[in-house]
């Protein structure tokens, strides 16, 4: 399986901020990756599909890019509905595998 | 707007048969162009993808799980189901129905979770 790993684990931000999170795949997937944000008893959501790709509805603060195997998602300015728990997947290769989350704070 | 609601037991048995079963409002499962299927997340870990399958039948399972899992559809009631048998504690977890896109694959659209505990 491709295992998935995202930094940092959580991070400490304010309304404003820029965010960086990052996402590495064990081998190289191309651009098969999409970014989740999940709040506690919501469904997750997608941000972003294929590295870049911003999914309809979705604020264009939030961003994507890299390659390869590693990746990143990237909020301009950070917002009060913007703190959450962000997942990356890769889907390259069957299990589809995700990052273990990072975890969004006000600081 | 399609919305899925997963239902079912919140308690099993270890070595039962954990069932599950996701309605699908807002839309019709039955198309050919996505995946309906299951994620799950244990206590502390991270999300886990089951397995999903095709309105034609096909089903994709992931092979840690493959030789546990049944995901069937049933078009006439707009529901998909999870069956997840012989389980032990550590099939314990928040259990995700979700649509997956074909390519590039990624589950867009996904209900709030169910919590099913195992123990006796």
């Known amino acids: 399986d491709i295992q998935m790993t995202q930094s940092p684990s959580s991070l400490s931000a304010s309304v404003g901020d820029r965010v960086t999170i990052t996402c590495r795949a064990s081998?190289?997937?191309?651009?098969?990756l999409h970014w989740y944000q999940h709040k506690p008893g919501k469904a997750p959501k997608v941000l972003i599909y294929a590295t870049s790709s911003l999914q309809s509805g979705v604020p264009s603060r939030f961003s994507g890019s890299g390659s390869g195997t590693d990746f990143t998602l990237t909020i301009s300015s950070l917002q009060y509905e913007d703190f959450a728990t962000y997942y990356c997947q890769q889907s390259s290769d069957a299990p589809w595998t995700f990052g273990q989350g990072t975890k969004v704070e006000i600081k | 707007q399609l919305q899925l609601q997963e239902s079912g037991p919140g308690l099993v048995k270890p070595s039962e048969t954990l069932s599950l079963t996701c309605t699908v409002s807002g839309g019709s499962i039955s198309t050919t162009n996505y995946y309906w299927g299951w994620i799950r997340q244990p206590p502390g870990k991270r999300l886990e993808w089951i397995g999903d399958m095709l309105y034609s039948g096909t089903t994709y399972y992931s092979p840690s799980l493959k030789s546990r899992v049944s995901i069937s559809l049933d078009a006439s009631k707009n529901q998909f189901s999870l069956e997840l048998r012989s389980v032990t504690a550590a099939d314990t977890a928040l259990y995700y129905c979700?649509?997956?896109?074909?390519?590039?694959?990624?589950?867009?659209?996904w209900g709030e979770g169910t919590t099913v505990t195992v123990s006796s």
């Open positions: 081998q190289t997937i191309n651009t098969n």
């Open positions: 979700a649509r997956r896109t074909t390519r590039p694959w990624y589950m867009d659209v």
